[in-house]
């Protein structure tokens, strides 16, 4: 089975859902949490009968004089939920907290804090520069690995596709989670890119693996092979191993996924997408991308 002869095909996907993504982190954008945006954040301890459904339907029923808006609810090990939302003033706290404890009894607030739109704006900073110098420090370990490929195949050309193929997986990943921060209670917090970096380095790690396999295959390159040969064998070898790999972590995650604390369940489900999403691209857009740059200059 060739890997290669759908490339034009896979490439043009590819293309399609990177420039989807991009559009959808502009236009409608992502839901930030108070992570990024400033907001409040209440900690409060209830009664062993009150669910997170419950408390989410007690919230949604408080009228204030402004709507409440979005409230991500996540329940914490020690049995206290978790709420997050846009700023309260001092009377509309002690006026939810009344409303609550009205609707559901006793309850006791562990933690009330304000984070203002300054920290906010520092961390959404800092989360750009995350990935920015994640890419960067990518592609000079890329091609300080790859610096004894031949002279013909430049060592950076290794690191650049594969800074390409994370910028794909990140636009996809991405442009998901902004269609299920539309439609469900996520919102992109620091979970979420901490999650992404996750992503970028077992991206970059099944890319290496199969460019080192190109690397290995060059030095023993028959006469009058071409590179496109080389890369096509170079992938057949190395594709039953990155498909294994995967697959061991998908079963991991969907067990994390499925037993582990809603507290953590969209992070986890953020590694699934990265995952098949990493796996797609390493296999069907890194190698092509290789071999297409290779042509081109030859040309």
Do not use: C
């Amino acid at each position: 089975m060739s890997f290669l002869r759908p490339a034009k095909f896979f490439l043009s996907l590819s293309a399609v859902l990177s420039v989807a993504g991009l559009v959808l982190l502009v236009v409608p954008g992502p839901i930030l949490s108070i992570d990024f945006t400033g907001g409040t954040l209440m900690e409060l301890a209830t009664s062993a009968e009150t669910t997170k459904e419950s408390l989410a339907d007690a919230v949604g029923t408080f009228g204030g004089e402004e709507p409440i808006g979005n409230v991500a609810i996540s329940r914490t090990k020690d049995a206290s939920y978790l709420l997050r939302m846009r700023s309260l003033s001092n009377e509309e706290h002690l006026a939810l907290l009344s409303h609550l404890e009205n609707k559901l009894g006793t309850l006791q607030e562990r933690q009330f804090t304000i984070i203002g739109p300054t920290v906010g704006e520092t961390l959404k900073e800092r989360a750009i520069w995350a990935l920015i110098i994640a890419s960067v420090a990518i592609v000079l370990y890329v091609a300080f690995a790859f610096r004894k490929v031949p002279r013909k195949l430049s060592p950076w050309r290794f690191g650049i596709i594969a800074v390409v193929t994370l910028l794909h997986d990140i636009l996809v990943t991405a442009g998901i989670f902004v269609i299920i921060s539309h439609t469900t209670s996520f919102e992109f917090d620091t979970l979420f890119v901490t999650a992404l970096l996750t992503i970028l380095g077992y991206s970059v790690n099944d890319t290496i693996v199969i460019f080192d396999r190109i690397r290995d295959n060059l030095a023993n390159q028959d006469r009058g092979e071409d590179f496109a040969a080389v890369a096509e064998r170079s992938l057949q070898q190395s594709i039953a191993r990155s498909i294994n790999t995967s697959v061991s972590t998908l079963i991991m995650l969907v067990a994390l996924f499925a037993l582990g604390s809603d507290s953590i369940r969209w992070f986890v489900l953020t590694l699934i997408t990265g995952a098949v999403v990493g796996t797609y691209s390493s296999i069907f857009l890194a190698t092509p991308l290789l071999v297409y740059w290779r042509s081109a200059q030859r040309k």
